[in-house]
């Protein structure tokens, strides 16, 4: 008789969130729905991330939105980015040139090719759109990039734009109110040339509706990711970072997305109730900047099998702290409200604290502190300054301020061949030392953790 051999299944290292998987789901459907409504003749607008500033506008006026960004996520984890970088490179353009840009600039020129989707796109590709979106927020790249597509894609730009004031400039007496009706105008420019384009008037009510959703579908994200901060987290970033996008990248019906949400606050809750991690033993509880290497997040696996819980992440993809617009009456004004208060929601508390460049480092002082981290992985992207010209900051304040000491691995958002996995591992082996050190340290200084 043939000997009987016992498959033992390997635990995986990330006690990854059953309703994760739900929210992954909606990725696919979002591509699925663009190329449906591209083929019935619906409009499609493309759109840079504006942290909901656009966003429910396009959503009132039934407008489909996809996300160049998101898609230069998938395609990077997919393997099939290489290719596009290859395209945008062999047009002209620089490598260094944001991830996102070159790997969207690659798939257009693809496009104009063939004359239809790429077959090799992943998740059925982006449909042909109708309207571009593009936000001032933050990038560089941004307004030339959609700029930039006008050689393969026949379609309109606009622009929302998202006033930057420094930390000290914001809190100058009418800054805020001014700032407000900046946008607000804005808006009411982009709903206009909205109705033109598409041969139809706002409802109004609808758009009510609709900002209703997102305020709420943001404060439940937002409660989810503070039930994080209990020991042992309950969440990795490997679930953040695909859970993120009904928020983010906002599609579909939101009331949806509300109810996934709702449902992965019962599983944290129970979580937290249990002491169950999503990284068991969680030895160090780390903080990670910026944007993470797409194409290898199984570094994340790795590391969590030596007890890495990464339980904090990029400020910039994190939801606002909610604000109290109850008696904001006009819809517009609470978006202007509510995407303002994400980018200078830190603004007060990093002045009080003296720190100026609040809107990047200022963040990461915060979470170092509320979430208890041990040591941060800072990932400095050679096709994106906005997300790395601040990261050495970040490491001298954390370690003056907190004790809490930093690794440091270049790389790149999509383009592989700037990290370097295998000496992202040996960076890892030594900064545990280091982390260890600074543990004892922070406890002879009488520090929380």
Known sequence: MAEVKTVVKKKK??????????????IDSMYKRSVEAAKSGKPTAWCQVNWWHADPV?????VEVIYP?????????DGVAQSYLDNSDAAGFPNYLCGYARNCIGYAAR??????IPPEAPLGGMAKPALFLSSSALCDARYKWFQALGRYLDAPIWEVELPHPGVIESQMEGAYEQNIRFMVEGLKEFVAFLENL????????????????????????????ELRKARPCPMHSRDFWTCMTASLYPSGNLKDSQKLYRDMMVEMKDRVSKKTGAVEPEKYRMVFAE?????????????????????VESWAYHPPQPIDLSKVSDPLERIARQTYQWFTGYFKEALRNDEHMGYFA??????AQDYQCDGAFLHPLLSCRTATNHLMMVRDRLMQKFKVPSMVVEGDIVDLKFFDHAEAIRKALAFEEIMDNYKEERKKAGMEW
Do not use: S
Request: hydrophobic content about 45%.
């Open 69 to 77: 960004e998101n898609y230069g996520a998938v395609c990077a984890a």
């Open 13 to 26: 290292a990330i006690n990854r969130l059953q309703t994760m998987y739900p929210l992954r789901a909606q």
């Open 362 to 367: 200022y963040p990461y002082l915060k979470f």
């Open 58 to 62: 396009l959503l009132a006026m039934d």
């Open 291 to 311: 944007l993470p290497p797409w194409h290898d997040l199984k570094i994340f696996d790795e590391l969590a099998e030596r007890g890495w819980n990464f339980v």
């Open 111 to 116: 496009m104009k090719e063939l004359g239809e």
């Open 198 to 225: 598409l041969g139809k008037k706002m409802d109004w009510a609808k758009l009510e509706e609709t900002v209703n959703d997102f305020l709420e579908l943001n404060r439940l994200w937002y409660e989810i990711n």
